[in-house]
């Protein structure tokens, strides 16, 4: 499956953005979705994942409360809206897909990633 990831941007602190992830898979509705990030220097990190039906979600601590995973079936399209966002936030996001939940980076399918930068 093929994963276009779009949304990113300069915001200020405080601000909020909404991520896309488009899939090209007619499947979309069996893969479990997550999005992950990665700032300068450091290692990609996990943010948040949603099953299949979307009726199941799970977040990073950094982003319980502020970050909120959803998705569109029909639309083969994954969301993530952010709130409050803060400098620390900046990285570039990606968007991952697999069958199974991974509790680990070794996601199938990965988005080319999008910039996120946080003024402060």
């Known amino acids: 499956v093929q994963l276009q990831a779009s949304g990113g941007g300069l915001v200020q602190a405080g601000g909020s953005l909404r991520l896309s992830c488009a899939a090209s898979?007619?499947?979309?509705?069996?893969?479990?979705m997550g999005w992950f990030r990665q700032a300068p220097g450091k290692a990609r990190e996990f943010i948040a994942r949603?099953?299949?039906?979307?009726?199941?979600?799970y977040y990073a601590g950094s982003a319980k409360g502020r970050f909120t995973i959803s998705r569109d079936n029909a639309k083969n399209t994954v969301y993530l809206q952010m709130n409050s966002l803060e400098p620390e936030d900046t990285a570039v996001y990606y968007c991952?897909?697999?069958?199974?939940?991974?509790?680990?980076?070794?996601?199938?399918?990965w988005g080319q990633g999008t910039q996120v930068t946080v003024s402060s």
């Open positions: 991952a897909a697999d069958r199974t939940v991974k509790l680990d980076l070794l996601w199938d399918y």
């Open positions: 949603i099953n299949w039906s979307g009726a199941n979600t």
């Open positions: 898979d007619r499947t979309f509705s069996s893969y479990v």
